[in-house]
């Protein structure tokens, strides 16, 4: 059950978009379709973004997308906004009803 | 509207136990998988552990077996945590959240439990 790899830190402009990447194993994001991400500002709860590797749960800004490639899963933020300054964390089912996350991501809007 | 209020956290020696509540509202709770998760204060998130909607099945994080037990009341819309023989490493905000579709789409605003002498 080791923590899925995320960067440290990703930073862009107001406008651009950015990529976040979750680099996992074959027995956990490259095993399953089910990488899933989650928005956290400081002293907040986690906020759902993405579920099943690309599906938008309701009420989510389609700014946000989900895409995998074997044991890499990626979280695109398009048109960066000033709000989108948060910490992001990816998921993954990893087996028998168990998952894993992600080691977290400080996004940073210049 | 669903909610989910966390409680029973607070200040616990080393080899202590503590009992955390998960209350809930707004949804069928008899339904739906819950999961306990945590994140120690300044680092990421860790799921800890999971509960069928009748109860019958349970999955634990390797760091807490044998020494976490979750547990549901479907009639009081409630989840619950016992801990024990509780380590510092187990210092963090505990949420309890919905699951579905393998992933947590409701959560709670945590309770901190902080293990110390």
């Known amino acids: 059950q080791s923590a899925l790899t995320q960067p440290a830190s990703v930073s862009g402009s107001p406008g651009q978009s950015i990529t976040i990447s979750c680099t996992g194993t074959s027995s956990d994001v490259g095993g399953y379709n089910v990488v899933s991400w989650y928005q956290q500002y400081p002293g907040k709860a986690p906020k759902l973004l993405i579920y099943e590797v690309s599906k938008w749960p309701s009420g989510v800004s389609n700014r946000f997308s989900g895409s995998k490639s074997g044991d890499v899963a990626s979280l695109t933020i398009s048109g960066l906004q000033a709000e989108d300054e948060a910490d992001y964390y990816c998921?993954?089912?990893?087996?028998?009803?168990?998952?894993?996350f992600g080691t977290g991501t400080r996004v940073t809007v210049l | 509207e669903v909610q989910l209020v966390e409680s029973g956290g607070g200040l616990v020696q080393p080899g202590g136990s503590l009992r955390l509540t998960c209350a809930t509202s707004?949804?069928?709770?008899?339904?739906?998988?819950i999961s306990w998760l945590r994140q120690a204060p300044g680092k990421g998130l860790e799921w800890v552990a999971n509960?069928?909607?009748?109860?019958?099945?349970?999955y634990y994080v390797d760091s807490v077996r044998g020494r976490f037990t979750i547990s549901r009341d479907n009639a009081k819309n409630s989840l619950y945590l016992d801990m024990s023989s509780l380590r510092a490493e187990d210092t963090a905000f505990y949420y309890c959240?919905?699951?579905?579709?393998?992933?947590?789409?409701?959560w709670g605003q945590g309770t901190l439990v902080t293990v110390s002498s």
């Open positions: 998921a993954s089912y990893e087996r028998s009803v168990t998952y894993v």
């Open positions: 707004g949804f069928t709770f008899s339904n739906d998988w």
């Open positions: 959240a919905i699951s579905r579709d393998h992933s947590f789409d409701y």
């Open positions: 509960i069928k909607p009748d109860g019958t099945d349970k």
